[in-house]
């Protein structure tokens, strides 16, 4: 599985869940796919505890925007590249059968939500978390995130995972950086 217009390549991820295929999504040369985007907010910001069907920890930044936002520089181009992950993905034959769950998620009750997973290590989010104050920078604990400061993120495309028994995929969005200028 390869695309020689978005130039991306697909990794068999070393993974232990046997229902859940996954592969990294990286550039054909093995390089990461690094997106930028600029001045947005995290209202929900990091989220740890999610419940599914079991109690599992995830390491999140979901960002809102209202629907008054749509027309917003960072929510057009965010969704532009999400989309364009996305809709390639879902020509694979593989996958026509198969239900795509979107890290954009249209919710009533607040407008859209984008899904982004942090790094973790040992169940700590190791993603870095950088305040920039009077054009210094320094890294800070992720007990900082201020939800009412705009973040600049660099994020990529993880990994494409496809759940053979109930028949979903996804791909995985992680980000590398958050920066926030503090004044």
């Known amino acids: 599985m390869s ?3 978005l130039n991306i390549s697909l990794i068999p991820y070393k993974n ?7 592969y990294h999504v990286l550039r054909q040369n093995s390089s990461k796919i690094i997106y930028k985007i600029c001045n ?10 999610h419940q599914t069907k ?3 920890n995830q390491h ?9 936002e749509f027309n917003d520089k960072s929510y057009i181009e965010m969704k532009k590249i999400i989309d364009e992950l996305e809709s390639y993905f879902a020509d694979f034959d593989e996958l026509t059968d198969y ?13 859209i939500v984008i899904r982004f997973h942090l790094k973790t290590n040992k169940n700590n989010t190791v993603t870095p978390l950088i305040h920039m104050k009077n054009l210094e ?16 993120i660099d994020f990529s ?4 995972w496809i759940n053979h028994i109930d028949k979903t995929y996804g791909i995985s969005l992680v980000i590398n950086k958050v920066f926030q200028f503090i004044v």
């Open 3 to 5: 695309d020689t217009e």
């Open 16 to 22: 232990k869940n046997k229902n859940i295929e996954k």
């Open 40 to 49: 947005v907010f995290a209202p929900f910001g990091r989220q740890i505890d």
């Open 54 to 56: 079991c109690i599992i």
């Open 60 to 68: 999140r930044l979901n960002i809102c925007f209202t629907r008054q």
């Open 99 to 111: 239900k795509l769950i979107s890290n954009i998620i249209d919710r009533d009750s607040y407008g």
């Open 137 to 152: 920078s320094e890294q800070v604990e992720w007990i900082s995130f201020d939800k009412e400061v705009k973040i600049n």
């Open 157 to 160: 495309p993880d990994s494409l």
